[in-house]
């Protein structure tokens, strides 16, 4: 049995929707789905009706995993950040030894994140338990397992996957074709409202394009404190008035989608791996995408073959914003549509759920 931890959120849902479109290419009746949830929020019944799974309140509801996992089962963990989680992988290093975890965003970064919060020294001492533990590390970006690597006392082995995007969504063809070409000069500036964007100095910076800016988009639908979002209003309105566009209401993928088309340019400035999603919309659609040279997404983008610009470098002056060559754009999007495919996905997703833990690099006591 394949157990999965994760919990009620728009990617996880994405993920279980994937696996159920594609039931007849994956044995679900080996997959067991232990979702974590809070204020009742729950998937839709037409995922749940299709899977095996457990709800658990606020994450305790883990520990019932201690009477159910067998010895040569596997656990799937998506995201490495809860706290019971990592109480449970602590005292019992046995499932640890199981685990297969499935790198989310920024969940590789806590030593970054180490002085923002009390609690993250807390979990800093689980993880330093618990990661050396783990065989077998999956993600899309190496450069985060490399970071882990070098972060703990690990060997695990990696392996390449990537989750389903709105890339994957059965519409989104439909909307490349009738998404108009960015003919104003619109500017969509990070991904969510969690400080990690560094909002203020990327906008602060782009001020200096003011006048050729159109618009600028701002997804500030979750992530940060009601104060912080506030102040990045503030501070864009500030800047560019009319033209500055707050999202901070959640929207229906498809409509979300529709906004993305709007942008000429996509401006990433996270100092850690982050806003892939917005990145494969946003290079699908054909458009211009900068993200910072000094971070993982920005090698593994060019690895495959896709061409980013370089935020450092808008930012001091040395990019024009909106140059940009149709031709690349056509490229990247080619590259980046055969990268997430649906075919493509069900491959890697196959070799995750086939992981023989006792093969990883790592050697294990007991």
Same mark, same amino acid.
């Given at each position: 049995?394949?157990?999965?931890? &994760?919990?009620? /959120?728009?990617?996880?849902?994405?993920?279980?929707?994937? *696996?159920?479109?594609?039931?007849? /290419?994956?044995?679900?009746?080996?997959?067991?789905?232990?979702?974590?949830?809070?204020?009742?929020?729950?998937?839709?019944?037409? !995922? *749940?009706?299709?899977?095996?799974?457990?709800?658990?309140?606020?994450?305790? $509801?883990?520990?019932?995993?201690?009477?159910?996992?067998?010895?040569?089962? #596997?656990? !799937?963990?998506?995201?490495?950040?809860?706290?019971?989680?990592?109480?449970?992988?602590?005292?019992?290093?046995?499932?640890?030894?199981? &685990?297969?975890?499935?790198?989310?965003?920024?969940?590789?970064?806590?030593?970054?994140?180490? =002085?923002?919060?009390? #609690?993250?020294?807390?979990?800093?001492?689980?993880?330093?338990?618990?990661?050396?533990?783990?065989?077998?590390?999956?993600?899309?970006?190496?450069?985060?397992?490399?970071?882990?690597?070098?972060?703990?006392?690990?060997?695990?082995?990696?392996?390449?996957?990537?989750?389903?995007?709105?890339?994957?969504? @059965?519409?989104?063809?439909?909307?490349?074709?009738?998404?108009? @070409?960015?003919?104003?000069?619109?500017?969509?500036?990070?991904?969510?409202?969690?400080?990690? =964007?560094?909002?203020?100095?990327?906008?602060?910076?782009?001020?200096?394009?003011?006048?050729?800016?159109? @618009?600028?988009?701002?997804?500030?639908?979750?992530?940060?404190?009601?104060?912080?979002?506030?102040?990045?209003?503030?501070?864009?309105?500030?800047?560019? $008035?009319?033209?500055?566009?707050?999202?901070?209401?959640?929207?229906? /993928?498809?409509?979300?989608?529709?906004?993305?088309?709007?942008?000429?340019?996509?401006?990433?400035?996270?100092?850690?791996?982050?806003?892939?999603? =917005?990145?494969?919309?946003?290079?699908?659609?054909?458009?211009?995408?900068?993200?910072?040279?000094?971070?993982?997404?920005?090698?593994?983008?060019?690895?495959?073959?896709?061409?980013?610009?370089?935020?450092?470098?808008?930012?001091?002056?040395?990019?024009?914003?909106?140059?940009?060559?149709?031709? @690349?754009?056509?490229?990247?999007?080619?590259?980046?549509?055969?990268?997430?495919?649906?075919?493509?996905?069900?491959?890697?997703?196959?070799?995750?759920?086939?992981?023989?833990?006792? /093969?990883? $690099?790592?050697?294990?006591? $007991?």
């Amino acid at each position: 049995m394949i157990y999965h931890l &994760l919990h009620v /959120s728009t990617y996880p849902e994405k993920f279980l929707r994937f *696996l159920v479109k594609n039931k007849t /290419s994956f044995n679900l009746e080996e997959h067991h789905f232990i979702i974590e949830t809070n204020d009742n929020q729950v998937f839709g019944n037409e !995922i *749940l009706s299709q899977i095996h799974y457990s709800f658990t309140k606020k994450g305790w $509801g883990i520990y019932w995993i201690l009477r159910h996992v067998k010895k040569r089962d #596997k656990i !799937i963990v998506h995201y490495l950040g809860n706290p019971r989680h990592l109480l449970l992988f602590s005292l019992v290093p046995r499932l640890a030894r199981q &685990l297969v975890w499935s790198v989310w965003g920024g969940d590789a970064y806590l030593p970054k994140m180490i =002085n923002e919060s009390w #609690k993250y020294v807390f979990y800093e001492v689980m993880r330093k338990r618990v990661i050396p533990q783990i065989p077998w590390i999956t993600c899309v970006v190496k450069g985060d397992y490399e970071f882990i690597m070098n972060s703990y006392e690990t060997r695990a082995s990696y392996l390449y996957s990537v989750y389903p995007s709105d890339v994957n969504d @059965e519409a989104f063809p439909g909307l490349c074709e009738s998404c108009p @070409e960015a003919s104003g000069n619109v500017v969509l500036v990070g991904n969510s409202a969690d400080p990690s =964007n560094n909002h203020e100095q990327v906008l602060t910076g782009l001020a200096a394009y003011e006048e050729q800016i159109a @618009e600028i988009l701002v997804p500030l639908m979750y992530g940060g404190t009601k104060d912080y979002v506030s102040r990045v209003i503030a501070h864009g309105r500030r800047l560019f $008035g009319e033209k500055f566009t707050p999202l901070t209401h959640f929207l229906p /993928s498809d409509d979300y989608a529709r906004i993305l088309c709007k942008a000429k340019v996509l401006v990433l400035n996270h100092y850690r791996q982050q806003g892939l999603g =917005n990145a494969f919309v946003v290079l699908a659609l054909k458009r211009k995408v900068y993200i910072r040279s000094d971070i993982t997404s920005y090698d593994y983008f060019r690895k495959i073959g896709i061409r980013i610009h370089d935020t450092i470098k808008l930012l001091q002056g040395e990019e024009n914003l909106f140059d940009f060559d149709i031709e @690349e754009g056509a490229l990247n999007s080619k590259i980046l549509r055969e990268e997430v495919s649906e075919e493509n996905l069900v491959r890697l997703w196959n070799q995750v759920f086939a992981i023989n833990l006792w /093969s990883a $690099g790592i050697r294990r006591a $007991g």
